[in-house]
């Protein structure tokens, strides 16, 4: 459950991203979109490892 919210959320992040930069630190321009899938991919990651 937490993967898929996790997931979804980020996704809809990207989006947002790519329509309109969201102007945080590392994220002013629209094609910095791809930092926010390298953090969803690590965040999946540490989700999986910790989960039993």
Do not use: E, T, Y
């Not at 990207?14 to 969803?40: C, E, N, S, T």
Request: charged share 15%; aromatic share 12%.
């Amino acid at each position: 459950m937490v993967n898929k919210f996790i997931g979804l959320f980020l996704v809809l992040l990207m989006a947002v991203q790519l329509i309109r930069p969201l102007g945080l630190p590392g994220l002013h321009r629209r094609r910095d979109f791809w930092k926010l899938a390298v953090v969803a991919f690590v965040l999946w990651s540490v989700v999986l490892l910790i989960r039993p």
